[in-house]
């Protein structure tokens, strides 16, 4: 069958479930973007676009310009007023119709593009690899993915952020291996794109440089007899890498001409970023020092410093895979054991946080960083990223230098966020994650392909044990879970995880299992496998995943994370099924709700307030609304009954919760 015929099949599913509950939830964020009671940045931008005001054109710090031109589109079919029909200084009313209208235009043009995106992603990856079915299971993996499916359905900086950023290392790697001035073209274009969605593109303008090092650095074989060839290669890299940082910043200026009318507010949205002025001017004199040696030493001077590294180059490459394989790894295992190893429980992985983060030790953080993008991958989608991970670590695999510049870019990140003092949340990650599907596919790839005759014997037993245990610990873990309670729970994970002689127990297990799996997997014939029935099982697995948790995509946690923790709230999710719960009540429109956070508000046809400080003398409430993700507290008295009246957990995890309570009158 066609790999374009199952990439449109594949599109289809990620169209039926996207459209499903597509109206029916307000997130965090989007009420700063949409038609609402004073804060519409879309239509604030095309204002001021339209009234020459450039200056007003800076809608954000994010700065979401990219937004205005996606979701603004909503603008040629709406009069963009709000849904609000009712209100004074403490409650609102709202016309659930208009809001479910004024969410499916502004989120439909997100949905549409990041599904027929897919259609680049197919094709630049195929450029790439060289091989179409790695790039049919990259995008599979994407468009099915809980978490990129989920942030297509919503209005925010992050639902682009994603595509254009993966899309700037994408083209840029390509056009490094491609020699192509298109790809170039791309990268500018995609780097603008990036700017005009959030700040932290900029990430890339240092990557790309180290990426060009890379690159020379692994292919330096090939141009040992060719160093005529090498000067001119490097010397156009190193151009165009200035005329590409270049473009894009003109770009980013021309979608936000604020930057034209003060140039404090280009500074701040290119180099001005937080941390990055000296790390961008180190990077351009040291490109200028590239093509200083390249245009009067012929390049000698790369070329020399090159080679002195190439001893290190498998130990940089082992370096590198361990710390990323080595830390996923301990993540899960650490949770399973319920954070018996480190004890990291009271850690908000829900919220991002300045405060006391940067007080945790180093190494802690690190750790700490990966528990969000971990958790939030499908169980297929994280055991093959751990897999090519291991490969690497062990043996030689066919893209070697495409893994290893995906893979640095996981450390840079993460040690960017943590310079920052961030804890990143999926939201804050998501970049990471088409990243981590191309990945996943190279695994697939290596995993199904002709057993190499110098694949490791050792790649074998290790990944047998690494994958043992987790089974192991993760049953464990369920038993626990479902059967332990109380003191025989807490007696569970004191005796077990941390009695030495029970765990040096558990490692006999797994390596018993271990030992059976590699006598008995038949690994000689994984390579007879159709790579149609690779790309079914994927697709399969992925849809099971989006099924279990639908309607709740974004919100997406697999089961390796036991049920006690989460790492992503509601973020809005549920307040559509509990304002349905209200509104079927008697006399529901003058009925009056407190509500702690957004989401529920927008869909009830009643009064619905949402102040810390309340006259409930005239205003009496009776029901309140809380969540997980309260944004407001109560400065008044909250007379109600202590159960509450109607409960929903997302996605089946206590922590997550929102609940309604009834008053007492």
């Not at 626990?480 to 006999?508: C, E, H, M, W």
């Not at 529920?600 to 949402?610: A, N």
């Not at 969540?627 to 109600?640: E, V």
């Amino acid at each position: 069958m066609s790999k374009r015929i199952l990439l449109g099949l594949v599109l289809g599913v990620y169209f039926i479930f996207g459209f499903y509950h597509l109206t029916n939830f307000i997130s965090a964020d989007e009420h700063f973007w949409l038609p609402n009671s004073g804060a519409e940045r879309i239509e604030e931008y095309w204002k001021a676009i339209r009234e020459g005001n450039w200056k007003n054109t800076r809608i954000n710090d994010k700065p979401g310009i990219t937004l205005a031109y996606t979701s603004g589109i909503a603008l040629l079919f709406d009069d963009a007023s709000g849904q609000i029909v009712e209100k004074d200084n403490t409650f609102k009313r709202f016309d659930p119709e208009r809001t479910k209208k004024i969410n499916f235009l502004y989120r439909l043009p997100i949905l549409l593009l990041s599904g027929f995106f897919s259609l680049f992603f197919f094709w630049i990856i195929k450029k790439i690899t060289k091989d179409g079915w790695i790039a049919l299971w990259s995008v599979t993996g994407m468009l099915l993915s809980p978490v990129l499916l989920g942030i297509s359905q919503i209005v925010n900086p992050d639902s682009l952020f994603w595509i254009f950023g993966s899309s700037t290392l994408f083209s840029f790697y390509a056009f490094l291996q491609e020699r192509q001035k298109k790809f170039a073209i791309l990268t500018a274009l995609f780097f603008g794109l990036g700017l005009a969605s959030k700040y932290v593109t900029i990430i890339f303008l240092p990557f790309f440089f180290l990426m060009m090092l890379i690159f020379y650095f692994f292919e330096l074989e090939t141009w040992r007899e060719k160093r005529l060839e090498f000067q001119k290669f490097v010397l156009g890299n190193s151009l165009s890498y200035l005329g590409i940082i270049l473009s894009g910043f003109l770009l980013f200026a021309v979608l936000m001409p604020a930057s034209f009318v003060e140039l404090e507010f280009f500074y701040l949205g290119t180099i001005g970023f937080p941390g990055m002025a000296p790390i961008f001017w180190a990077t351009m004199v040291l490109n200028l020092a590239v093509i200083a040696d390249a245009w009067f030493f012929k390049g000698r001077g790369l070329f020399y410093s090159l080679e002195k590294l190439r001893p290190f180059k498998k130990h940089i490459s082992k370096i590198v895979y361990f710390i990323l394989g080595g830390t996923v790894f301990f993540v899960i295992i650490n949770w399973l054991t319920r954070n018996s190893i480190i004890d990291l429980s009271d850690i908000p992985f829900d919220t991002k946080r300045r405060d006391s983060f940067s007080e945790i030790a180093y190494y802690r953080r690190f750790i700490i960083e990966f528990v969000p993008l971990v958790f939030s991958l499908t169980p297929v989608a994280l055991f093959a990223l751990l897999f090519v991970w291991l490969k690497s670590f062990f043996c030689e695999i066919r893209l070697k230098t495409f893994v290893f510049v995906l893979s640095t870019f996981f450390l840079v990140f993460y040690v960017a966020v943590i310079e920052q003092g961030l804890l990143v949340t999926v939201r804050y990650s998501i970049v990471l994650f088409p990243f981590v599907m191309v990945l996943g596919a190279i695994a697939l790839s290596e995993f199904f392909s002709k057993k190499n005759e110098t694949e490791s014997r050792w790649l074998k037993i290790v990944s047998s044990i690494i994958f043992s245990a987790i089974g192991i610990l993760f049953i464990l873990s369920q038993i626990q879970q479902t059967y332990f309670d109380g003191p025989l729970k807490k007696l569970f994970v004191n005796r077990v995880f941390r009695n030495p002689l029970s765990i040096i127990a558990i490692i006999f297990v797994i390596w018993l299992i271990a030992k059976l799996v590699r006598k008995y997997a038949h690994w000689q014939r994984r390579e007879k496998i159709s790579r149609v029935w690779i790309f079914s099982g994927l697709a399969l697995l992925n849809v099971i995943s989006l099924y279990l948790c639908a309607p709740f995509y974004f919100s997406y946690t697999n089961r390796l994370l036991p049920k006690s923790y989460i790492i992503s709230g509601a973020w809005g999710y549920g307040g559509y099924e509990m304002a349905q719960y209200l509104n079927a009540l008697p006399d529901a429109k003058n009925l009056i709700v407190w509500a702690d956070s957004y989401g529920l508000c927008e869909f009830f046809v009643g009064k619905c307030i949402h102040k810390e400080k309340v006259d409930t003398v005239k205003y009496p409430i009776d029901y309140y609304f809380q969540s997980l993700q309260a944004t407001i507290g109560m400065r008044f008295p909250n007379p109600k009954e202590e159960d509450s009246t109607k409960t929903i957990l997302i996605n089946d995890r206590p922590k997550s919760f929102l609940k309604l309570y009834k008053a007492l009158k």
